[in-house]
Nanobody
Framework: QVQLVESGGGSVQPGGSLRLSCAAS????????MGWFRQAPGKEREGVAA???????TYADSVKGRFTISKDNAKKNLYLQMNSLKPEDTAMYYC???????????????????WGQGTQVTVSS
C-alpha cells in the first residue's frame, strides 16, 4: 500500500522560498505520475506540478518559472522548490501519486489513486 507524507510547509514573506518534500513508501510502479496539488479556502483543488516516469514535467501557468518539481529515484521522495512566492500561493499543498502513465494522468489530473495529508503554505507580510 502506498503512503505519502508531506513536509516543509510554513509561513514566508512574499518573494521568499520554500521547499516541500513528500516521502513515499510502498511505491514500486514502473510507470508513474507524481504531483503537487493545492487548495485554498473556498476554492477548488488545482494542479500545481507533476513529474512522470520518463522524467518529463508539467506546470500550472501560474507557477511556471517560479516552482520546480523533482524526484529522488533512490529514496522515492518528491520535492517542490518554490521561489518568488506570492500571497496567492497560500494554500494547503498535497502530494499525490498514481501507477498509470503520463498520458492517463494528464487526461485525469484529479484522479490520482494516492494522496498525502497535506502541508500548509502561507505567504504574507
Amino acid at each position: 500500500q502506498v503512503q505519502l507524507v508531506e513536509s516543509g510547509g510554513g509561513s514566508v514573506q512574499p518573494g521568499g522560498s520554500l521547499r516541500l518534500s513528500c516521502a513515499a513508501s510502498g511505491y514500486t510502479y514502473s510507470n508513474y505520475c507524481m504531483g503537487w496539488f493545492r487548495q485554498a479556502p473556498g476554492k477548488e483543488r488545482e494542479g500545481v506540478a507533476a513529474i512522470y516516469s520518463d522524467g518529463s514535467t508539467t506546470y500550472a501557468d501560474s507557477v511556471k518559472g517560479r516552482f520546480t518539481i523533482s524526484k529522488d529515484n533512490a529514496k522515492k521522495n518528491l520535492y517542490l522548490q518554490m521561489n518568488s512566492l506570492k500571497p496567492e500561493d497560500t494554500a494547503m499543498y498535497y502530494c499525490a501519486a498514481d501507477g498509470r502513465a503520463r498520458w492517463w494522468c494528464v487526461s485525469h489530473p484529479y484522479e490520482y489513486n494516492y494522496w498525502g495529508q497535506g502541508t500548509q503554505v502561507t505567504v504574507s507580510s
